[in-house]
């Protein structure tokens, strides 16, 4: 029986060993007849029977097996189908209640060196060893008519025929894990020509060139403005520094001034007595040109633009705060 490629449609199976898979199973319906191969959803099954002897009476096995996706590396699933409801099988080595095979115990099976032909003989010359069901069953089997007896299994088994190919291309195909066919690429439609291309008058030119000026021109007020506006911040701090040192100084002074005249007040040393009234005015003058001093150096830093209103006042007020306390209250 020929296998044809349509007959993978839908299942699991590695493409690679498609081909194997299908000589083998030509193998095994070439040497057992009654076997065929047939589609369970996405599985692909053998079901039939194979020719068994019991008490020298000729009989058959139903036989009903399943490729598993990862054959020939794994075995096949095997088992016998119930012929009829009230069957029973025999207590024997390798077969269970249910009609399932525990092949371990019947055969071998070396990943892609064994062959379905050897595990089904295998399987025929086990239970022609040990008798799977009685004298009796064996006799009815052998009186039923094997296309029956298989579209018996295939009713109970909900097998159905493999999908017919369409245009040689396989419909539903479920791939081996991780291979991926490639698809049909959709035709792209073609694109139109370009368009050709302009031709530069000189007009574009001159235009493109003022356009390039007038960028360049843009960019180099703005990089000047930056410069400009950094130069006046570094000015207005430094000069904020000066006046608040002038301010410390004044402080400074004022209070060395007042030192050392309780020094001096403490000496008290007759012969160079000064007078109080000519040394208080003395101290108050040197007060007064310190503070108006200082008073012009904001004012002409104010003037010039390099300190701005908040720092201009807050220097002025300090100034005159400072003049109250240690002048005008001090009299």
Request: glycine share 2%; with cysteine; net charge neutral.
């Amino acid at each position: 029986m020929e296998i044809e490629d349509y007959f993978f449609v839908g299942t699991g199976f590695n493409p690679s060993f498609q081909n194997a898979i299908k000589y083998d199973l030509k193998k095994l319906t070439t040497e057992f007849r009654e076997l065929k191969p047939a589609r369970q959803n996405q599985n692909i099954v053998v079901i039939g029977t194979i020719p068994l002897k019991i008490q020298n009476t000729s009989t058959v096995l139903p036989l009903f097996l399943i490729l598993p996706h990862h054959f020939p590396f794994n075995s096949p699933i095997a088992s016998i189908p119930h012929p009829k409801s009230d069957f029973t099988f025999s207590n024997v080595k390798g077969l269970n209640t249910d009609g399932s095979l525990d092949l371990a115990q019947i055969f071998t099976w070396v990943p892609k060196k064994s062959t379905l032909p050897q595990l089904v003989r295998s399987i025929s010359q086990h239970f022609h060893q040990h008798s799977p069901y009685t004298l009796d069953d064996a006799q009815y089997l052998s009186l039923l008519d094997p296309a029956s007896l298989v579209e018996n299994i295939k009713y109970q088994s909900d097998l159905s025929p493999p999908p017919p190919p369409q245009n040689n291309v396989p419909p539903g195909y479920v791939p081996y894990p991780s291979y991926v066919p490639n698809p049909p690429k959709p035709v792209q439609p073609t694109p139109p020509p370009p368009p050709p291309p302009k031709k530069v008058t000189p007009e574009d030119i001159s235009k493109a060139i003022d356009q390039a000026a007038t960028l360049l021109s843009t960019a180099d007020d703005k990089i000047t403005e930056g410069y400009n506006r950094s130069i006046e911040l570094q000015l207005m701090e430094h000069y904020s520094r000066t006046a608040q040192n002038l301010v410390n100084d004044f402080e400074r002074l004022n209070a060395q001034l007042t030192n050392e005249a309780e020094q001096i007040e403490r000496a008290q040393i007759p012969e160079y007595q000064i007078d109080p009234a000519i040394d208080k005015q003395c101290r108050k003058k040197a007060q007064d040109n310190l503070f108006h001093e200082s008073v012009k150096e904001v004012k002409d830093l104010f003037h010039t633009g390099l300190l701005t209103p908040d720092v201009y006042i807050k220097q002025i007020r300090t100034l005159h705060k400072n003049y109250f306390q240690n002048v005008i209250c001090a009299k």
